[in-house]
């Protein structure tokens, strides 16, 4: 089966500091990869995709920036967090093809603070 | 632009039926989804439109019209555990997924 992990689960960081959030998946490959910003009370904001290795396409301009080393891992950085980074942030894949190809399963989502 | 619309909060007793409905104005149009969302989780799939009419899986069922760019999600006999939110979202193309704000749902007792 399929699983989804995103670490750290919370995270506090000052205005200013760079961020590094993780996400893997096991047991499929090629997958899809999203992340999403989720601000308190709101919906899903898609911040990048990537459909395969090195490939990466940002959906909002911002001081954010994502890669995808392996196939199975995406990765979500900032080198100067602001204010209005704070969020949860959600990594989901998405199987291509098939009857299930528009179901995404999401991660348990990373709450970063930033102070 | 890109925008989905739900209505942002819903209250129904328990074992009563609720409609949630999604109108959207997308560039593409792929298939509607719909999430469930409890407080603090992650979002989890529900159900999924591609095509015209009604999916039903167990108490849930989802509805849509591409014609009219509409679709509604239908909770059957609910229960205390289907407090959460629902959104829906559209697939507007290969890869790009737009959600809308979410409807928050209360179930009472």
């Known amino acids: 089966s399929q699983t989804i992990h995103q670490w750290p689960a919370t995270l506090v960081q000052p205005v200013g500091s760079p961020l590094s959030l993780e996400c893997t998946v096991e047991?499929?490959?090629?997958?899809?990869l999203y992340w999403y910003r989720q601000a308190a009370g709101r919906g899903l904001q898609l911040l990048f995709y990537?459909?395969?290795?090195?490939?990466i396409s940002s959906e909002v301009p911002q001081n954010l920036s994502a890669s995808r080393p392996q196939d199975r891992q995406f990765i979500l950085s900032s080198k100067k967090l602001l204010l209005s980074d704070s969020g949860f942030y959600l990594c989901a894949w998405r199987r291509v093809g098939g009857r299930a190809a528009d179901t995404q399963y999401f991660g348990p989502g990373t709450r970063l603070t930033v102070l | 632009g890109q925008s989905l619309e739900q209505p942002s909060e819903v209250t129904a007793v328990e074992g009563a039926i609720v409609q949630i409905n999604c109108t959207y104005q997308?560039?593409?149009?792929?298939?509607l989804s719909w999430y469930q969302q409890h407080d603090g989780g992650a979002p989890t799939f529900l159900s999924y439109?591609?095509?015209?009419g009604l999916e039903e899986t167990g108490r849930f069922s989802s509805f849509l019209s591409r014609s009219d760019s509409y679709g509604y999600l239908l909770l059957q006999e609910l229960q205390m555990k289907d407090s959460a939110s629902y959104f829906c979202?559209?697939?507007?193309?290969?890869?790009?997924?737009?959600f809308g704000a979410g409807t928050r749902l209360t179930v009472k007792p």
């Open positions: 990537s459909v395969g290795i090195g490939q």
């Open positions: 439109n591609a095509l015209d």
């Open positions: 997308t560039s593409g149009f792929y298939g």
């Open positions: 047991g499929t490959s090629n997958p899809n």
């Open positions: 979202a559209v697939r507007i193309g290969n890869n790009d997924m737009r």
